[in-house]
């Protein structure tokens, strides 16, 4: 009996070994079975990484470092109106449709606004500025909640993420998207030829796709495309926003539109901008061989029409001695327009978003507006204002019918393209009758609509009447000089000394060195401004002076202390900094 029992102990021992050595394979078998899944998908993610981008990623490092630091975001500018974010592993989720702020104990996120951050967004996506369709904010998750989530897709390349404002309008192309992206990457060393723009607006491409692929060396994405990567992107460095350093016009959503009140670009800006652009769609940039001068007008096909297009041709070309030729964006190539109009020495067209092709006229050229009847050229001036800036060296000229019989209008088409008929009769009517569109909010304003879309025939003889105002003489327009501006610099070595003459007279002598960059400039007129204020007082004296010494007597009292400021400026506009007070005791 013992000995069986020992057997049977024995052959339980043994099943018991065998069953706990099968467990160990099978789990061992279940751990490889997961880690290769694991490892599967980390490939398979990393593969979709590698279709977003060429630059390769370490994917298990890139979701550890999500993991572990979170997302980091440090921007710059004081309101959301002029704020730009950088990010490390931004992510977006395409079924929530917003962006993700993963917080860990190394996250940071600077400014840290709290709430403020909704009142209205952290920062505008477009350049125009404070328009509540164009903002951007983040949801934001603890990275814990990365385990319960899909895995991410990463984005290796440096991305600038934005919203394109209308990419269908040239106007907006230009003004709202490429010239602030242009300068956007400038800012940012990193955001070079290599890095990926990405369009959040959810617009499809647009008609003038392929000017913004010239921005980048990689194929710009959509947002509808990001769904194509996967549930869960995360942009490994991306820049949020854009500069509105370069936007000149604001289109009339707080106020009737008009220039900017305060513009901080200049032609010279544009120029270079222009020149990039140039170079990407291979365009020459020297003078034509022939030297030929002519005559561009612009042709618009659809609408807004120029009814004598032909007469005004042969009118231009009669009156100025020069070719004249058309052009338009459904019979050229962008390419060719920008290379026909950047050699021409007059632009003419009819009022529309074809005219920001201005930027590409050479200096000196003279753009001519068209505008309908009963629409005034000075409510609607954002070529107008381009064609001011300094440094872009053009010359404008607008041109309105003012005969009603020259126009001619569709009150029966769509509203958006200048029908009334959907009006009451009365308001009908009260349009028809008009004879000036009233200044106006953007942008549904059926009145504005209603006349800007007129077809117009064009009074040929007061246009050149028009154009000769500004044009006196014949064409020669295009040898004009890039006119750098130069600031003088501080005046050098003030002084004061004093002198009293009796208990009620004294005097004031004050003199000071040139600005040290005067030396080396030749400059038309040098003059300097002297401000002398008596110490407690709210008010100051001030001299407009030849010379670097003087001597005040006037309103100058004996043992007084007075203030003196001191700057020079140049051509009597372009004024240089004050420098250092003086302090002065009589």
């Known amino acids: 009996m013992r000995g069986s029992s020992c057997r049977m102990n024995i052959a339980a021992v043994l099943n018991g070994l065998l069953v ?24 398979l993610l990393t593969q979709q990484s590698q279709e977003l981008s060429q630059v390769r990623i370490d994917y298990h490092a890139a979701l550890q470092s999500l993991q572990e630091e979170g997302t980091r975001m440090v921007c710059t500018g004081k309101m959301h109106t002029d704020r730009i974010c950088r990010f490390n592993y931004l992510c977006y989720s395409n079924e929530a449709e917003e962006f993700v702020f993963f917080h860990s104990n190394s996250s940071v996120m600077l400014p840290n606004l709290g709430s403020r951050r909704f009142q209205p967004a952290l920062l505008d996506l477009s350049s125009v500025e404070d328009h509540n369709t164009q903002y951007f904010n983040f949801l934001e998750l603890p990275a814990a909640a990365l385990k319960f989530m899909p895995k991410p897709v990463f984005v290796p390349d440096v991305t600038l993420i934005l919203n394109r404002f209308n990419p269908d309008n040239l106007m907006h192309i230009f003004h709202d998207d490429l010239l602030p992206i242009y300068y956007t990457m400038l800012l940012y060393p990193d955001l070079d030829q290599d890095a990926r723009l990405v369009f959040m607006e959810g617009w499809n491409e647009g008609l003038h796709f392929d000017l913004y692929r010239l921005m980048s060396n990689k194929q710009p994405l959509l947002k509808e495309q990001l769904k194509n990567f996967g549930k869960l992107l995360c942009f490994t460095k991306s820049y949020v926003g854009l500069s509105k350093m370069t936007t000149w016009y604001q289109y009339g959503f707080v ?4 220039a900017k009140a305060n513009i901080l670009v200049s032609g010279m800006e544009i120029r270079q901008f222009t020149r990039f652009l140039m170079e990407k769609l291979n365009v020459s940039m020297e003078e034509s061989s022939s030297g030929e001068e002519y005559i561009v007008v612009f042709s618009r096909t659809i609408n807004r029409l120029i009814l004598n297009e032909a007469e005004l041709i042969l009118g231009l070309a009669q009156e100025f001695q020069m070719k004249t030729v058309t052009v338009s964006l459904d019979d050229h190539s962008f390419a ?52 001011s800036l300094p440094g872009i060296d053009l010359q404008y000229v607008a041109w309105q019918n003012t005969n009603e019989e020259n126009s001619m209008a569709f009150p029966d088409r769509p509203w958006d393209q200048g029908g009334i008929a959907h009006l009451e009769k009365a308001e009908q009517e009260r349009i028809m009758k008009s004879k000036e569109v009233p200044q106006h909010l953007c942008c549904r ?69 040139i600005p040290w960059n005067l030396k080396y400039l030749k400059v038309r007129e040098v003059k300097y401004e002297v401000w002398i204020q008596e110490q407690g007082e709210n008010t100051y004296m001030p001299y407009i002076l030849p010379h670097q010494n003087y001597t005040f007597s006037e309103n100058i009292k004996p043992f007084t202390t007075y203030l003196v400021w001191i700057r020079c400026f140049f051509n009597k506009t372009l004024l240089g900094p004050f420098a250092d007070v003086l302090v002065c005791r009589t």
């Not at 706990?20 to 490939?43: C, D, G, I, N, Q």
């Open 445 to 513: 304003n059926p009145e504005w609509l209603f006349r800007i879309y007129q077809d117009t025939k064009v009074d040929i003889p007061s246009l050149i009447e028009a154009i000769r105002q500004t044009v006196k003489t014949k064409l020669n327009l295009k040898k004009v000089k890039p006119a750098i501006v130069i600031h003088p610099g501080k005046v050098r070595d003030p002084k004061c000394q004093a002198s009293v003459q009796g208990t009620n007279e004294a005097r004031l002598t004050v003199s000071w060195q």
């Open 20 to 43: 706990s050595v099968l467990a160990a394979v099978l789990w061992k078998y279940a751990k490889l079975r997961e880690h290769a899944y694991s490892v599967e998908e980390e490939l």
């Open 336 to 387: 060719d327009i920008v290379q026909i109009i950047s050699r021409a020495s007059m632009l003419v067209s009819m009022h529309g978003a074809q005219l920001v092709t201005s930027v590409f006229l050479p200096r000196g050229a003279l753009v001519v507006e068209l505008f309908p009847y009963a629409v005034n050229p000075d409510h609607y001036t954002p070529y107008k204002t381009l064609a």
């Open 255 to 258: 106020q009737p539109q008009g």
